[in-house]
């Protein structure tokens, strides 16, 4: 059963997908990390581990920048592009304090007025790369403990920045010391990197001079020895596919609660890059599940509501977090990026065949039933499911506060919601459940107003028998002539109606007719 609430999920899609998040907050190209986690079991079989250590080196490879995606809020301190900083430090030899302050001089606020960039050298230097890497291990291992990876593979992700000669961080250990799993994240790491930028040479030439110093030696010799053959069989056959083939052990299939634990642990991981939406999708979840249960759709599709939920915002991570900080109005550029995200949610989670599904409704939760959404999606494609999402995130973003604003109460927020169906953004149906949901009393109903006309419905209506074109009506309601266009399609079908002169005798015949605004 793909796509559906009994459909099996393994535990490598969620981190492999998980993978592809991270390549897009570390400005890395997609399956970057997936690249990195075959280099990682071929070495790994190379070196003559067994099952259980390749495992090890499979997830770790996987995983091993996972923390750098939470790093990103201290270079954004830096930056104002912490994506392009963190691609462009990917290079860089950490160990070299040489290098790492001709990075600094180069990147460090840059564009800025020179008083203000002086400052953040200055920052730059004072943090230290120490700072940056401790919220690596904080952060690596946490997401460990949360899907629930085991111990040895926890140690090793809070080691990625660890060095053979102990001058890495943050807890400068060195040699035999690091886990195994880390020392060869550290080699497929920088030489999948490097061989995009100078082909299998260029790796093994950046491999070779860090032997001994950022690489335990004998792993690198051993690389070295396998390079070329090991990239041209990374070339052979699709990368998703290939991973997901190179598991060492036993597939691993997660139970339906383990699922619903690893979608919120992810959303978790996901808010943190910025104070702002923390526990958002948390919020976004629970309200579109009730949502759903509330308008009575089957128990498969409420769950599957709350676990696109959770995971809508994945794309938010391949936007710079200084966008969505920002307390000035966006730029055209900001605007471009941002509107970007749910697609990249999608593309992040398309791969998989358990979680294909809930990226294809995550990718739709800023659409608006007018087509005026991120992505232009009509009504007419939007199902109930994308509905709710749309309608739960919207409120729950308004009583949240953001860069710009407070937080607003809760009425505020629903009054908001209220507006939105007027002018033909929100469905109707599914803001009125939402609201019940979020603990609103239910609207009082207007007897007087038959057809299920709404309030706005019966002002446009007015403007209809009075002759007025779209474009006069969305003049006087402060509204676009599409939206007018909308409310008007809505008049005749609730009426039954296809003329002015069919809706003129109804407003006419149920005492409908008001004054004009």
Sequence with gaps: MVGGVGAQVRLAEVVGSLSLVTDLATGQPLEHGLRRSLLAVWLGENLGLEPADLSDAYYVALLGSVGCTIEGTEL??????????????ATVDVTNPVEMAAFGLRNFGAGEPPLRRIGKVVTGAVSGR?????????????????????EKIRQALA??????????????????????????????????????????????????????????????????????????????????????GAEPVSVRWLLQEEVDAVVEAIATFVDLRSP?????????????EETARGIGLPNGEAVTVRRAGFLHDLGRSGVPIAVWNKPSPWTGEDWERAKRHPSLTELVLARSSGLGHLGTLAGLHHERMDGSGYRGVPASSLPTAARILIAADAYQTKVESRPHRSALVPEQAAEVLRRRVCDGLLDDEVTTALLLAAGHSPPRTSPEVPAGLSEREVEVLGLIVRGLSNRQMAELLFISPKTVGHHVQHIYDKLDVSTRVGATLYALQHGLMRESP
């Design 159 to 244: 080691q990625c920045h660890e060095r053979w000669n102990g001058r890495g961080g943050p807890k400068r250990l060195k040699a035999e010391g690091i886990e195994l799993a880390a020392r060869i994240f550290h080699v497929v790491h920088d030489a999948e990197v490097f061989n995009r930028i100078g082909g299998v040479d260029g790796a093994i030439s950046i491999v070779r001079r860090r032997a001994g110093k950022q690489y335990d030696p004998h792993v690198a010799e051993n690389f070295t020895a396998i390079a070329e053959p090991l990239f041209r069989k990374l070339e052979s056959e699709p990368t998703w596919d290939a991973a997901m």
């Design 130 to 150: 120490s700072g940056f890497m401790a919220v690596c291990r904080d952060v690596a291992l946490r997401v460990g403990d949360m899907l629930e990876l085991g």
């Design 276 to 288: 702002f939406t923390v526990g958002h999708s948390a919020g976004v979840a629970r309200l579109a």
């Design 76 to 89: 954004a301190r830096l930056a104002e592009d912490d994506i392009a900083l963190s691609e462009r430090a």
